[in-house]
């Protein structure tokens, strides 16, 4: 007899079956947690992921629709809560900030982002409150950012005779490439000086390997949704190694970027970010329990290119689409811009607190295209309750902000272009309006908030100050896939010189 073998009767065995499965239920209900927000029925196995597709804040959007603004879906095996309206917005993100402020441990964590020892990613504690007070005092503070104003004003300057060549040709260029280049450039001078210069590795090259990481870091993870076996899969797929390679390209050149500041002596009086970083690694300032090492250094300068560029290039790439498919709204915000600086031949910093409607322009490019569509999943660290129903801790929450800019409930036509709706609104995007979230909110969001905006405004300001801009085909509003919302098409348009002097 197999050891495993045990003689039943076959008259027995509905009997025993019908013994055993009651109890088995009973068990398996008592086991389920109770009151947990509605959502659509899950397969074994996959859950809900098939319901997902290529653009998961779409298709979220759809099922909220049916079950309400706080839903359940399970990504594999994992219990995945999603909000999608102001109000269950701002119970995750303020009353209950405090008890799902953590993220949850997810395969990129540790292949891409050092194992959490940057800002985004890092788990909720001594260390990211360390981190944060560094990133909030130290690299992004205003007088920070305002050191940093001739750097962006001269890698303008390049952008701006580049197009007014091409406006004197009449030839069409690719805004969206130029915008990266231009955005990645001012970001890779920041963080590390005129030093890249001579590093070996030009801005073209940098481009490509930030393009190739973010690739990699949208792509789906079998090992977030399967915790047992899914890294098989993603090693099976080549995810595993495609994200390995994309790290340590950009690990080695940080690397080489730290040693080269820390041999060479400075010729500048300006600090770049890495100066900043070296500069409190040798004061032995610490982060956590340990003091600043060359991994803390890489983890939080990852994180700025991560963020940073990506932002900035998204915000501005989607206004310019939205401007030239409504030329109404991009003669209007061009008048403003022109008639209040009139001859000077640049718009200044000065000049941005006076230009209202450009700023209705950007929110309203962040409500209908928010550039991380689905803010970065936090993590419930005990019970809790979101609309009356129960949150359990491990449970990952995620705030469809994609949804909540286009809610109908909050938005008249809420699928149109319109920046007029925010005359006279109250709605602002540093964190404490929950109908637009372009940088999160809460213990959570982004510290980095004025460059990207300053970033953003006084750009979009000297594009549409120095010339008019005509598109040669229908612009394409469709999205790529991804964890933020590129457009998939590029943005080639023909630069036309109004204010005809170079900078």
Known sequence: MSLFSFPISTELLPWLLL?????????????????????????????????????????LRDLSLKY????????????????????????????????????????????FFYDGLGLGFTKWGDYYRDVRKLCVLELFSVKRANSFRNIREEELSRLVNSFSDSASSGSSVDLTANLAKFVASFTCRMAFGLSFQGSGMDNETFLELFTEANRVI???????????????????????????????????????????????????????????????QSQETKLGSSRITDTHIRAIIMDLFVAGVDTSVITLDWTMAELSRHPRVMKKVQAEIREHVGDKGIVTYDDLEALVYMKMVIKETWRLHAPSPILIPREAMTNFKIKGYDIYPGTRIHVNAWAIGRNPDVWKDPDEFIPERFVDSNVETKGTSFELLPFGSGRRGCPAMYVGLSTVEYTLANLLYHFDWKATEEVSVEEAPGLTSHRKHPLHLVPVNVINRKL
């Open 218 to 280: 949208g792509k789906f993870a079998a090992a977030d949704i399967f915790p047992g076996f899914g890294w098989i899969l993603d090693r099976i797929s080549g995810l595993d190694s495609s994200r390995r390679k994309s790290f340590q390209d950009l690990d080695t050149f940080y690397q080489k970027a730290i040693v080269d500041h820390r041999e060479k002596k400075k010729t500048e009086d300006r600090e770049d970010l890495i100066d900043v970083l070296l500069k409190l």
């Open 19 to 59: 013994l055993l499965i009651p109890p088995l239920l009973i068990f398996f209900l008592l086991r389920s947690p109770k009151n947990l927000p509605p959502g659509p029925p899950r397969l074994p196995l996959l859950g809900n992921i098939h319901q997902l597709g290529s653009l998961p804040h779409r298709s």
């Open 68 to 111: 309400g603004s706080v839903i359940t879906v399970y990504l594999g095996s994992v219990r995945t809560v999603v909000v999608h309206s102001p109000e269950t917005a701002e119970e995750v993100l303020k009353l209950h900030d405090s008890e799902c402020c953590t993220r949850p441990k997810l395969s990129i964590t540790k292949s």
